[in-house]
């Protein structure tokens, strides 16, 4: 069974920092391409990063920001978010590609607000 939990979300400041967690388990991590991706309300789902075995890739909005890395030993890909804005207030979703099929967390609500 392929599960992908995400953690770390929650209130910050204009500025400040967070690092979102994705636990993953049932599909080989090491040969998978992780990304994280964010839906606003009322807008689409949309790309913050990917990471494959050697290659980050970021969405505009993102670069200089924020920095995927992925443990294989842990089975979990990070994202590191620096110098957060309002505007990056979402639900921040982990995602996972393989050969077979495409498998996605819950979702973790990150909030950017004085």
């Known amino acids: 069974q392929v599960q992908l939990v995400e953690s770390g979300g929650g209130l910050v400041q204009p500025g400040g920092s967070l690092t979102l967690s994705c636990a993953t388990s049932g599909f080989r991590f090491a040969f998978a391409a992780m990304g994280w991706y964010r839906q606003a309300p009322g807008k689409q789902r949309e790309l913050v990063a990917t990471?494959?075995?050697?290659?980050?890739n970021y969405a505009d909005s993102a670069k200089g920001r924020f920095t995927i890395a992925r443990d294989v030993a842990k089975n979990t890909v990070y994202l590191r978010m620096n110098s957060l804005k309002p505007e990056d207030t979402a639900v921040y979703y982990c995602n996972a590609r393989t050969q077979i099929a495409a498998y996605w967390g819950q979702g973790t609500q990150v909030t950017v607000s004085s």
């Open positions: 990471v494959t075995s050697g290659t980050a």
